[in-house]
């Protein structure tokens, strides 16, 4: 069994920052890719950024420039830095895992706002 437990969400105005981590215990032979993911109340959850474990990161358009995504592979954690937060960048956050199966953390709220 793996389990993914994120951390460092809270309350930020916005043009602030705010960094999320992402620590897998368990069970796991490999991983493959990390990502985030949000959900903002009343929408579906999207995709926000991933790395594989080689290191090639993928993010979301309006995260580009603004988000960096990075992984300790010794410490199984991913991390999400967030730079110029905006109010639409509002929402819960997840972390997520790949390694032959998929797996979800519980999620942080992460909520910009003046």
């Known amino acids: 069994q793996v389990q993914l437990v994120e951390s460092g969400g809270g309350l930020v105005r916005p043009g602030g920052s705010l960094r999320l981590s992402c620590a897998a215990s368990g069970s796991i032979f490999r991983i493959n890719v990390m990502g985030w993911y949000r959900q903002a109340p009343g929408k579906q959850r999207e995709f926000v950024a991933s790395i594989t474990s080689g290191g090639s990161t993928n993010y979301r358009d309006s995260a580009k420039g603004r988000f960096t995504i990075s992984m300790d592979n010794a410490k199984s954690t991913s991390y999400l830095q967030m730079n110029s937060l905006k109010p639409e960048d509002t929402a819960v956050y997840y972390c997520?895992?790949?390694?032959?199966?998929?797996?979800w953390g519980q999620g942080t709220q992460v909520t910009v706002s003046s």
């Open positions: 997520n895992l790949r390694s032959g199966q998929t797996y």
